[in-house]
């Protein structure tokens, strides 16, 4: 990996991650694109693009950071409302993770393949082409009841289905749910952190198991040290970008674009991998 391929990696990744358009769409385009699809180095490439998301939760981080110090005032008993909001979105990651641990294996074994990919592509986006056109959603976070944070979460196990988008089904979950654009999207960002920063551990710490037993290459050893720490600095800058210009698009557009251009891409990578160009794995 060169250092201007782990500058387009993260701009993918960060731009797509909180985007609802499956980040895992144009992770496979961009990889092939770059020629990193190689099978002998295709383990540690992708916890490579797992530890890239930790870019993406510090954007979040930084964005919503009154958020995340309301939540920490309310964990030491100082904030009622953070308190509160703390536990929806605690509530709201078990689904997930509960699931994920019991089907990791069948979902790896039976999802990471073109059809499921493909159709999950197009169908989250006839779900969002009519979620614009139908849903009508009202509150903000702040009228979330435990509830809701729940549905939103089971909303979220969706995306254990790789092309999915885990914004997408929180989004669209939650304003299936009754939150607003704008809520629906701060709701899904916060959940991401401890969402993707699982993921984030779990693969890291995988990866460095699996090198020391020497039965999968080290990511480090493999791409470089700098260029993860370029990748994930880039990450997080374009990550930021795309939350912020997000929360505006919500507003002014709703989800419908994003149905449109997730059908594009699902017809794109249908044709290239019927055509052997790709493969989705």
């Not at 500058?7 to 385009?29: A, D, F, N, Q, R």
């Not at 929180?170 to 709701?187: D, H, K």
């Not at 990866?207 to 470089?224: K, V, W």
Request: hydrophobic letters at 55%; one cysteine or more.
């Amino acid at each position: 990996m060169t250092w201007w391929q782990a500058i387009v990696i993260g701009v993918v990744e960060g731009i797509t991650e909180y985007l609802p358009v499956s980040s895992t769409g144009h992770l496979i385009l961009t990889t092939w694109l770059l020629g990193l699809d190689r099978p002998e180095q295709k383990a540690a490439l992708d916890a490579y693009l797992v530890v890239v998301q930790g870019g993406a939760i510090l954007a979040v981080l930084g964005l919503y950071w009154p958020r995340i110090a309301q939540m920490l005032r309310g964990l030491r008993g100082r904030d009622p409302e953070g308190l509160r909001l703390a536990a929806h979105i605690a509530l709201a990651f078990l689904p997930a993770a509960i699931v994920g641990v019991f089907l990791d294996d069948v979902i790896k074994a039976f999802l990471f393949r073109a059809a499921p990919v493909l159709a999950a592509l197009a169908a989250g986006g006839v779900w969002m082409i009519w979620l614009g056109r139908n849903v009508r959603p009202g509150g903000d976070v702040t009228t979330l009841s435990a509830a809701t944070a729940l549905g939103i979460g089971c909303f979220q196990v969706l995306a254990l289905w790789p092309g999915t988008s885990r914004s997408m089904v929180t989004i669209a979950g939650a304003m299936i749910l009754r939150l607003n654009p704008v809520a629906a999207a701060e709701f899904s960002f916060l959940l991401g952190v401890p969402t993707l920063g699982a993921a984030c551990l779990h693969d890291l710490v995988g990866n460095l198991r699996a090198a020391a037993q020497g039965t999968a290459p080290s990511m480090i050893a493999q791409f470089g040290a700098g260029h993860l720490a370029l990748g994930f600095a880039v990450a997080t800058l374009s990550a930021g970008l795309a939350v912020r210009w997000l929360v505006g698009f919500l507003t002014r557009s709703g989800l419908a674009p994003f149905g449109w251009y997730r059908l594009w891409l699902a017809a794109l990578l249908s044709v290239l991998s019927l055509g052997g160009v790709v493969q989705i794995e």
